[in-house]
């Protein structure tokens, strides 16, 4: 587990964009089975979550179609949350940072650590404003 301190700033560059953190299990299993498109964020202290994934994200929510619903999960904090979350995002490995949306209830997008690790942010905020045109209509 990492200390509170050292994640504190990482946790606040998205609940600074809107998202809700989801802390247990039970958080998870009700978010994700509301109504509506819900992105969900596995958030990491790895330096591809700070220079790609969190800046792609904001990036994203300048769009102007966004999901009904944002939330995070940290990676080797929230683990048992991160747990229940990576369930309903299978069959896709488990990998941190990732982003995965759902329309209700169901995966319809996903972003693992390949997809984000080495690429710019304006790219991830691309592929999820795709992601988001086509399925927060």
Do not use: W
Not at 6 to 23: A, D, I, S, Y
Not at 45 to 74: I, M, S, W
Not at 83 to 92: L, N, S, T
């Amino acid at each position: 587990m990492y200390p509170p301190e050292l994640v504190k700033p990482m946790r606040e560059e998205l609940t600074g964009v809107g998202f809700h953190e989801l802390q247990t299990p039970e958080a998870v299993d009700q978010a994700l089975n509301e109504k509506g498109t819900a992105l969900v964020v596995i958030n990491s202290v790895c330096g591809c979550a700070a220079a790609n994934a969190r800046p792609g994200v904001a990036q994203a929510l300048e769009n102007d179609l966004k999901p009904d619903h944002l939330y995070t999960a940290f990676a080797g904090v929230d683990m048992e949350a991160v747990d229940k979350a990576r369930e309903y995002m299978v069959p896709f490995p488990p990998s941190s940072p990732s982003m995965a949306l759902f329309k209700d209830g169901e995966l319809v997008h996903m972003l693992e650590r390949h997809h984000i690790e080495g690429r710019p942010a304006s790219v991830i905020a691309q592929n999820l404003k795709q992601a988001f045109n086509e399925y927060c209509a």
